[in-house]
């Protein structure tokens, strides 16, 4: 399903098509809609231009659940940290 923005409010927002939807999909991925691979196909860009995209707005590029850090946890103790 296409989405349609004037081209009227993309030069109030001051952004290309190209830039609309780069800033959508980095929303949809902090918003956890999208994994890496899903949003840096949609952005268009290779999954390293997509990260720095995400970094250069703040955005985290991996989101480690409670899990990774019980595991993390678990981990450092077994090695006596």
């Not at 840096?40 to 250069?56: C, G, K, N, Y």
């Amino acid at each position: 399903m296409p989405l349609l923005i004037p081209d009227d409010v993309l030069r109030q927002a001051g952004l290309t098509e190209r830039e609309a939807r780069l800033e959508f999909v980095c929303r949809l991925f902090e918003a956890g809609k999208l994994d890496l691979h899903a949003a840096a196909t949609l952005a268009e860009l290779t999954r390293q231009d997509f990260e720095d995209a995400l970094l250069a707005r703040g955005i985290a590029v991996h989101r480690p659940t409670v899990d990774d850090h019980r595991r993390a946890v678990e981990h450092l103790r077994k090695a006596g940290v």
